[in-house]
């Protein structure tokens, strides 16, 4: 019988903990010829074009992916503007802005933080969970001890903005989902790097005046965003409990992983997720951004109104995506 030691040596799985992801892509025949200029690439819901910018300085300067998503992420993270993403989002029905964010790097490693309080940077800590804990997803109270006790802040994450905007809501206590509402909601993000790595994150504040305790699709690998190095990445925005129940991003890789292109294979999973639920559909907004190893790009949505960043062969540009249904 062959011992650990043995098997890590002899085995694919040994060259990839040594660092080689390129053999593992060969000889698992998943590995792709990217076209001509499309590495490096970087693509996030939305129009994040400074989040894109913020990674492509990363990525053009020969940085990893897994770094530059984190750096685009974190730029939404940090404007008091955004109010569906960490300081400055709106809060729960209770007051309290709750964040959820997740991460994945191109060995398929991931970290998450659900409902953390307080934290400037959840794609920060779900990075450190990753790399520094033997967790995948860490929450609540849980998650913000061991933020601080990796050196983060605690700060007051309600903008007076958003404290005006709750206490307005206050007065009816009335959650009623507005499809695009101002054109941006929940920034995922995924990038592939000069050397084919592919990485992905995905960070929100959640539903606006949402149940106290309530945690979206964002932190959910395979939900909010998935990343798999030998085919490609997804992630989405919009109705978190739509996207939870029918794992998207993950469904997405596959079916590129059975051939489809990256547009394609969004259009498949927007299709299925509309004829298992329709009147849900019908009703509110999922959209997904997508890359494949090749560095071609897809993006796809319920509805008209959603639209993305993609820094691509030197140029920053917002897109319209199409949708299945028409205004």
């Known amino acids: 019988m062959k011992t650990r030691r043995q098997f890590l040596q002899n085995s694919?799985?040994?060259?990839?903990?040594?660092g080689s992801g390129d053999l593992w892509a060969k000889t698992a025949g998943f590995f792709e010829r990217p076209e001509k200029g499309a590495l490096p690439v970087v693509i996030?819901?939305?129009d994040n074009?400074?989040?894109?910018?913020?990674a492509w300085q990363i990525l053009s300067n020969g940085g990893r992916a897994l770094d530059a998503v984190e750096a685009g992420a974190r730029i939404p993270e940090a404007d008091p503007d955004d109010t569906s993403v960490?300081?400055?989002?709106?809060?729960?029905?209770?007051?309290?802005?709750?964040?959820?964010?997740?991460i994945m790097d191109e060995f398929g490693?991931?970290?998450?933080?659900?409902?953390?309080e307080h934290i400037m940077h959840p794609i920060s800590v779900a990075r450190r969970v990753m790399e520094k804990t033997p967790h995948v997803m860490l929450a609540g109270e849980g998650a913000l001890q061991f933020a601080l006790s990796e050196g983060f802040q605690k700060e007051?994450?309600?903008?007076?903005?958003?404290?005006?905007?709750?206490?307005?809501?206050?007065?009816?206590?009335?959650?009623?989902?507005v499809i695009n509402i101002e054109r941006h909601d929940t920034i995922?993000?995924?990038?592939?790097?000069?050397r084919q790595r592919i990485a992905g994150a995905c960070t929100t504040s959640g539903m606006a005046f949402k149940m106290?305790?309530?945690?979206?699709?964002?932190?959910i690998i395979g939900a909010g965003m998935f990343a798999d190095n030998e085919v490609g990445a997804a992630a989405a925005t919009g109705l978190g409990e739509l996207v939870l129940k029918t794992l998207g991003s993950f469904l997405i890789v596959e079916e590129m992983r059975r051939g489809k292109h990256p547009q394609k294979a969004a259009e498949e999973v927007i299709r299925r997720l509309a004829r298992k639920y329709p009147k849900d559909a019908a009703d509110n907004q999922i959209g997904y951004v997508v890359l494949d190893k090749r560095g071609r790009h897809g993006a796809y949505s319920l509805h008209p109104g959603f639209n993305y960043a993609i820094f691509q062969r030197d140029e920053n540009i917002v897109k319209e995506a199409g949708s299945l249904f028409l205004k």
């Open 156 to 177: 007051n994450m309600l903008t007076e903005t958003a404290r005006k905007a709750w206490e307005e809501w206050k007065v009816k206590s009335e959650y009623k989902p």
């Open 188 to 194: 995922g993000i995924v990038a592939m790097d000069a």
């Open 49 to 54: 074009r400074e989040a894109t910018a913020a």
């Open 109 to 116: 490693n991931a970290g998450s933080v659900g409902f953390l």
């Open 86 to 102: 960490g300081y400055g989002g709106f809060p729960d029905r209770d007051g309290h802005v709750t964040l959820d964010a997740c």
């Open 212 to 219: 106290r305790g309530r945690i979206g699709d964002s932190p």
């Open 12 to 18: 694919l799985l040994g060259a990839m903990v040594a």
């Open 44 to 46: 996030a819901t939305w």
